[in-house]
C-alpha cells in the first residue's frame, strides 16, 4: 500500500539521452515536489506543484521539466542528459495547509555515463 | 532565504547510550515548521520528529526528542537508548510559512549516525 512510488528506481543511461521519472501518490495530497540528492547527500528542492500549477522553480537548468497530468501524478522529465544531472532524485507530496509534513517517494538513482 | 546548518557531519555512539545532533538555522521569519528527518541505507526519507515554531514546548517522539530555542535558532535533536536500527543520515529541515505554504524543505546537509554494538 504504497503511499509516494516512483518509476524506475534506477536509470542509467548515456550523455545526451532524454529520460522521464515518474511519481504517484495516493494519499490525497494537493501538493507535490521535487528533490535532487547530489552525491553529497545534500537534498534540494527543485520544484513543487500545487494543483497543477508550478510554485516553485528553483534555478533548475530548463532541460529539467516537470508534467503533472493530473494531482496525483508529477513526473520529471529531463533533456540532453548531462553527467552532473547522476544524482538520487526523490519526489515528495504533502498537504498545502497546516504543518506540511512532506511524505517522500523511494527515489530515483540517475546514473549518466 | 533560509539557511539550514548541521555542524557535525559524523557522530558516534555506544549501543543504548544518548546522542544529540545539533543544528542551527538562519531565517528572518517567526513562524515556520521544522523538522528531522532519517535516511538509512536504504535511502528512503522518514520523518523523525516535527516542530512548530509557535509552540514553546519541545516535540518529543519516544526515545527522540528536540531541544528547539527559537531566539538562538537551534533545534538539537536527542536519541535516547540508542539501537542499532538509529543508525543513518539524519537531516535537519526547515520550512517557510510565508509563500502560500507551497514551498519545499530546506535541508542542513546531514549528520551520519554510528551506533557502536
Known amino acids: 500500500d504504497t503511499a509516494v512510488s516512483q518509476t524506475p528506481k534506477y536509470l542509467v543511461t548515456q550523455m545526451g539521452n532524454d529520460k522521464s521519472i515518474k511519481c504517484e501518490q495516493n494519499?490525497?495530497?494537493?501538493?507535490m515536489y521535487w528533490y535532487k540528492q547530489d552525491s553529497k547527500k545534500f537534498l534540494k528542492i527543485m520544484f513543487s506543484y500545487n494543483n497543477k500549477e508550478l510554485i516553485i522553480n528553483e534555478t533548475v537548468p530548463n532541460r529539467f521539466s516537470p508534467k503533472s497530468p493530473d494531482k496525483a501524478h508529477l513526473n520529471l522529465h529531463i533533456n540532453s542528459l548531462e553527467l552532473g544531472d547522476s544524482a538520487v532524485y526523490f519526489c515528495?507530496?504533502?498537504?498545502?495547509?497546516?504543518?506540511?509534513?512532506?511524505?517522500f517517494g523511494p527515489g530515483t538513482r540517475l546514473t549518466v555515463l | 532565504a533560509q539557511t539550514v546548518t548541521q555542524s557535525q557531519p559524523e557522530m558516534s555512539v555506544q549501543e543504548a547510550e544518548t546522542v544529540t545532533l545539533s543544528c542551527t538555522y538562519d531565517t528572518s521569519e517567526s513562524d515556520y515548521y521544522l523538522f528531522w528527518y532519517k535516511q538509512p541505507p536504504s535511502r528512503q526519507m522518514i520523518l523523525v520528529i516535527r516542530q512548530e515554531a509557535y509552540k514553546q514546548q519541545n516535540a518529543t517522539e519516544n526515545r527522540f526528542s528536540v531541544n528547539f530555542q527559537k531566539a538562538a535558532k537551534s533545534f538539537s535533536l536527542k536519541i535516547s537508548d540508542s539501537q542499532l536500527g538509529d543508525a543513518a543520515m539524519y537531516f535537519c529541515?526547515?520550512?517557510?510559512?510565508?509563500?502560500?505554504?507551497?514551498?519545499?524543505?530546506?535541508f542542513g546537509k546531514g549528520t551520519h549516525l554510528i551506533i557502536q554494538p
Open positions: 529541515a526547515y520550512r517557510s510559512i510565508s509563500g502560500g505554504g507551497a514551498d519545499g524543505l530546506t
Open positions: 494519499l490525497g495530497h494537493d501538493t
Open positions: 515528495a507530496s504533502s498537504h498545502l495547509a497546516g504543518h506540511n509534513e512532506q511524505f
